[in-house]
C-alpha cells in the first residue's frame, strides 16, 4: 500500500513557475510515479512519469520543455517542477503510483492516487 499527498499548488499568472510535492508513505519501493491533470469538464490526462531509479521519464507532448518530474527517494517525494505556465494548465494535479514498471500513459495502470492540488494560471 502507498498512501500520497500533493501539495504545492496555487495562483500563479502565466509565465512562472510552481512546484509541485508528492510526499509517499507506506512500501514505496520499485513504484514508478506520475503527475496527472483533470481540468474543468475534461477528462484527466496523464502529464509525466518517473521510473523508482528516476532514470527513465516521459511527458506528456503539451508540458515537454516546460515540465520536469523528479524525485528523492530518500525522502519519498516525487517534485514536478512546472516552468513556463500557461492558462492552459490549469488544472487539479494528481500523483499516482503503481509497482514496477509501466509501458502505457493510461491512469489505469496506477493503483494508488492522492487527493489532488489545485493549479490556477492567470492570463
Known amino acids: 500500500q502507498v498512501q500520497l499527498v500533493e501539495s504545492g499548488g496555487g495562483l500563479v499568472q502565466a509565465g512562472g513557475s510552481l512546484r509541485l510535492s508528492c510526499a509517499a508513505s507506506?512500501?514505496?519501493?520499485?513504484?514508478?510515479m506520475g503527475w496527472f491533470r483533470q481540468a474543468p469538464g475534461k477528462e484527466r490526462e496523464f502529464v509525466a512519469r518517473i521510473s523508482w531509479s528516476g532514470a527513465y521519464t516521459l511527458y506528456a507532448d503539451s508540458v515537454k520543455g516546460r515540465f520536469t518530474i523528479s524525485r528523492d527517494n530518500a525522502k519519498g517525494t516525487v517534485y514536478l517542477q512546472m516552468n513556463n505556465l500557461k492558462p492552459e494548465d490549469t488544472a487539479v494535479y494528481y500523483c499516482a503510483a503503481t509497482y514496477g514498471a509501466v509501458i502505457t500513459r493510461r491512469q489505469g495502470e496506477y493503483d494508488y492516487w492522492g487527493q489532488g492540488t489545485q493549479v490556477t494560471v492567470s492570463s
Open positions: 507506506g512500501r514505496t519501493f520499485s513504484t514508478t
